[in-house]
C-alpha cells in the first residue's frame, strides 16, 4: 500500500501544479516532477545512481524526437502562413461554406481523422489546428477541440501501428488482432456519435451545434461507416480511409448546404478563387499527405527502407555507452552508463526531416519567398520551441523514471493496484488504465507496449474476454491523446499559446472520463453477445 501512496504522489502533485488557481507553466511543473520522482527511486525504492542517471540522459535525448516533429510543423505553418497560402486555404474553405460547425468538421474532425491513420505522431493536430486558427477560430480553443477529436482514429492510426506493433510482443495470432480492432472500432463508433460534438462546444456555443447537427453526424458518420467496414478485415487501414472517405463527403454535403442552417446569402460566389491557386495554396499539405502515405504503407517497402536498422557505422563513447549508426540513419545509444537503457533516432522515419522539413523548402521555393522572409520562419520556429523544449525533457525524464523497476516500477504498481481493487469488475476500468499508459508517455502505442501485458494478465486471471479488454486498452490509448502533456505542449507551440495546458487539461479531462464510460457499456454489450 505504502508503494501505490508512494508512486501516485508525484502524478498527483504534477496534476495540481498544472491545474491549481495560479497553476505553474508546465517547464516547470514537468521538471520538478521529474526530479521528484527521481529522489524517490534513489532514496525510496532504492535503485541505483548509475540506473537513475541512465533514464534521465535517455529521457533527455527522447526529448529530440517530439521536438524534431514541432519544429518542423511550426516551420511548415509559418511558411503558409507568410507566403499567404494560409490565406487562400482560409477564403477557398469559407468557399465551400461560411458555416463555423462545417469547418470545424471538415477540417478538424474528418482532415485530421486522415491524417492520423496516415501518420500519428501528434500530426494531425500540427497540421488541422493552424489551419483552423487561419480562419479565425481562437487558438486555445482550437487546441482544446484538436485533441478531443483526434481520439476515434488513434487505434488505427500510422497504419495501424498502436494496433499491431502496441500488442505484437503478448504473442497474440493475426486472428486475434483482427478481433482486437474490430471490437476497437465498434467501441470507437460508438463515443464518435457523442465527443465531436464536446469537442465542437469548446470553439462554438451548443446552440450553434444543435442547429447543425444534422451535418455534424452526417459527417461523422461519413468517417466512422468505412472506418468500422474496413475494422472488420484490417486493422492497419481503417482511420486512412475512413477519413480520405470521411473528408470528399464532408465537402460535397457542406457545398450543398446537407445538414447545416440556411444563410441567405450565397458565400460561394463573393469567395470564389481559380482552382489552380487553391492548388498552388494546397500544394504543400497534399504533397505532405502523400508522402506520409507512401511512407507508412508496410506494402510499398519505403517504411522497411526509412526503418533499415543494419548497423553502418558503431562508436564507443566510453562511460556514455555505445553509439551506432544504421543503413537508415537510426541514431541509437546502447548501454548508457553502463546499464541496459537505451535510446534510439529514426532520422529518417520519424515524420520531422520527411516530410516536414523537405516540403518546407520544396514550399519556400515554389512561393519564390525571399531570403528575409525564409529567416523569418526559422527565427520564429526557433523562439517557439524553446519552452517546450523543456517541458518535453521534464515529461520524457519522468516517464522514463516511472517505467525503472520493471514489474515494481511505480507505473506498473499503479496498474496492479487498479486491477486488484475491480477484481472481475475489471472491464469497467480498463480503458482507463490506457489513458493512464498515452498520459505518461504521450503514445497510444506506447501505452499498449507498456500496460498490454498487464491488461493480458488481468483478462486471464479474472476470466474476461482477452481480446475485448485489449480493445479497451487500445481504446484508453486513444483517449487519454486528450489529456497528454507531450500532445498538450505540441499543439500550444504551434499555435503560440503559453503557459495554459494546466487549464487544457481541466477541460479535456470531462470528454476523456465520459469516453470511459461509453467505452466500458459497449464492452458489456459486447459480452453480452459473446
Known amino acids: 500500500m505504502t508503494n501505490l501512496v508512494i508512486s501516485v504522489v508525484p502524478i498527483l502533485l504534477l496534476i495540481w501544479m498544472m491545474t491549481k488557481k495560479k497553476a505553474l507553466p508546465s517547464h516547470l511543473a514537468l521538471p520538478l ?88 505522431f501528434g500530426t494531425p493536430a500540427a497540421i488541422a489546428a493552424p489551419i483552423l486558427v487561419g480562419l479565425g477560430f481562437p487558438a486555445l480553443r482550437v487546441a482544446m477541440l484538436a485533441l478531443v477529436m483526434n481520439s476515434v482514429p488513434v487505434s488505427f492510426g500510422a497504419v495501424g501501428t498502436p494496433t499491431w506493433f502496441g500488442f505484437g510482443s503478448l504473442g497474440v495470432g493475426e486472428a486475434e488482432l483482427l478481433e482486437i480492432g474490430r471490437y476497437s472500432a465498434l467501441i470507437h463508433s460508438i463515443a464518435a456519435f457523442v465527443i465531436p460534438v464536446m469537442a465542437l462546444c469548446f470553439v462554438v456555443d451548443w446552440q450553434q ?115 551506432s549508426i544504421s543503413k537508415a540513419l537510426i541514431f541509437k545509444l546502447s548501454g548508457i552508463l553502463g546499464t541496459d537503457t537505451s535510446w534510439a533516432y529514426k532520422t529518417l522515419y520519424v515524420p520531422a526531416l520527411i516530410p516536414f522539413f523537405v516540403v518546407v523548402l520544396i514550399a519556400m521555393v515554389m512561393f519564390k519567398m525571399p531570403k528575409s522572409m525564409v529567416k523569418r520562419v526559422f527565427s520564429e520556429t526557433a523562439v517557439r520551441i524553446k519552452m517546450p523544449f523543456i517541458a518535453l525533457v521534464g515529461a520524457l525524464i519522468m516517464v522514463k523514471l516511472m517505467m525503472v523497476g ?61 481480446t475485448l479488454i485489449l480493445a479497451l486498452q487500445s481504446v484508453g490509448g486513444a483517449m487519454g491523446n486528450m489529456v497528454c502533456i507531450n500532445n498538450i505542449i505540441a499543439v500550444s507551440t504551434i499555435l503560440g499559446i503559453a503557459n495554459q495546458e494546466g487549464y487544457i487539461i481541466k477541460r479535456t479531462v470531462v470528454p476523456m472520463a465520459l469516453y470511459g464510460v461509453i467505452a466500458a457499456l459497449v464492452s458489456v454489450l459486447i459480452s453480452a453477445s459473446l
Not at 527522447?62 to 507568410?82: D, E, F, V, W, Y
Not at 465551400?96 to 469547418?103: D, L, P, R, T
Not at 493512464?436 to 497510444?444: H, K, P, V
Open 33 to 120: 516532477t521529474a526530479l521528484l520522482i527521481g529522489l524517490l527511486q534513489l532514496f525510496y525504492f532504492g535503485t541505483d545512481g548509475l540506473t537513475v542517471s541512465a533514464n534521465v540522459i535517455a529521457g533527455v535525448l527522447s526529448a529530440i524526437t517530439p521536438i524534431s516533429i514541432i519544429a518542423g510543423a511550426i516551420l511548415l505553418n509559418r511558411t503558409m502562413a507568410l507566403s499567404g497560402a494560409e490565406d487562400v486555404i482560409r477564403q477557398w474553405l469559407e468557399g465551400i461554406s461560411k458555416n463555423q460547425v462545417a469547418q470545424l468538421m471538415i477540417i478538424g474532425w474528418a482532415f485530421a481523422f486522415m491524417i492520423e491513420g496516415a501518420s500519428g
Open 209 to 323: 451545434v444543435r442547429r447543425n447537427m444534422g451535418f455534424v453526424q452526417l459527417s461523422i458518420l461519413s468517417c466512422t461507416i468505412p472506418y468500422l467496414l474496413f475494422a472488420q478485415w484490417n486493422y492497419e487501414f481503417p482511420a486512412l480511409i475512413g477519413g480520405a472517405i470521411g473528408m470528399t463527403l464532408s465537402i460535397i454535403l457542406a457545398r450543398y448546404n446537407i445538414g447545416l442552417e440556411k444563410f441567405e446569402t450565397d458565400v460561394r460566389e463573393a469567395n470564389a478563387i481559380p482552382f489552380a491557386k487553391v492548388m498552388k495554396a494546397m500544394a504543400p499539405t497534399l504533397l505532405l499527405i502523400l508522402i506520409l502515405i507512401v511512407t507508412r504503407i508496410q506494402q510499398l517497402g519505403i517504411k522497411a527502407m526509412l526503418n533499415d536498422a543494419t548497423q553502418m557505422l558503431s562508436v564507443h563513447l566510453g562511460w556514455l555507452g555505445e553509439l
Open 406 to 466: 520493471g514489474d515494481h516500477s511505480p507505473i506498473m504498481t499503479t496498474g496492479r493496484a487498479f486491477s486488484e481493487v475491480m477484481g472481475s469488475s475489471w472491464q469497467y476500468v480498463a480503458s482507463y488504465l490506457g489513458a493512464l499508459g498515452a498520459f505518461f508517455s504521450g503514445s497510444a502505442t506506447v501505452s499498449n507496449l507498456t500496460f498490454g501485458g498487464i491488461q493480458q494478465t488481468i483478462a486471464n486471471t479474472v476470466g474476461l474476454p482477452e
